[in-house]
């Protein structure tokens, strides 16, 4: 498993903070659709064939470096970041959030410019993924999510570590 908190170096952290929250004004907008949920189907853990960043999560940047988060129930729970196979050659098939008891299908294909030109491929330019969601859907209290993201055989899948969130 690969995971990354900055692709680029120094010089261009504004830049990426910029795009980032471009995506999450977007992102919000969009916000009246509810989470897909996804069907059951058998896959492989292999978690050597995805790399991704996990870049926000409500007003967490980097929640994989934390161990939970806190949320007010009336704002919206931002889940941002990019994901491909771990060649950096290929998009994966399909990003999930795993929270609590259900499994909801996250919209990848977002433009992350900064992540093809870090790997030097214009394949990459989509391979983000953002949602957005009133944090108050989960209801108060502790909630448990992670991210399923699978590989671009449509077989096997990488799962995040996963976090606590704290809504109130």
């Not at 806190?70 to 290929?90: Q, R, Y």
């Not at 944090?135 to 055989?153: E, N, Q, S, V, Y």
Request: aromatic share 6%.
């Amino acid at each position: 498993m690969k995971v990354h908190s900055e692709i680029v170096k120094t010089g261009k952290r504004l830049w990426v903070a910029s795009l980032l929250a471009s995506a999450l004004i977007s992102c919000t907008k969009k916000s009246t659709v509810p989470l897909e949920s996804v069907p059951v189907r058998s896959l492989r853990q292999d978690p050597a064939v995805i790399s991704f960043s996990w870049d926000q999560l409500g007003p967490v940047s980097n929640p994989l470096s934390k161990q939970s988060a806190t949320v007010e129930s009336g704002t919206p729970l931002n889940i941002l970041g990019w994901a491909c196979s771990s060649d950096h050659t290929k998009l994966v098939a399909e990003v999930d959030l795993m929270m609590d008891d259900g499994l909801y299908k996250i919209p990848y294909g977002q433009p992350r410019p900064d992540v093809a030109q870090a790997y030097g491929n214009p394949g990459l330019t989509n391979s983000g993924f953002a949602a957005s969601f009133p944090a108050g859907d989960l209801g108060p209290g502790k909630h448990k999510i992670a991210l399923r993201i699978i590989g671009a055989d449509g077989k096997s899948y990488l799962q995040s570590p996963g976090l606590t969130i704290v809504v109130r």
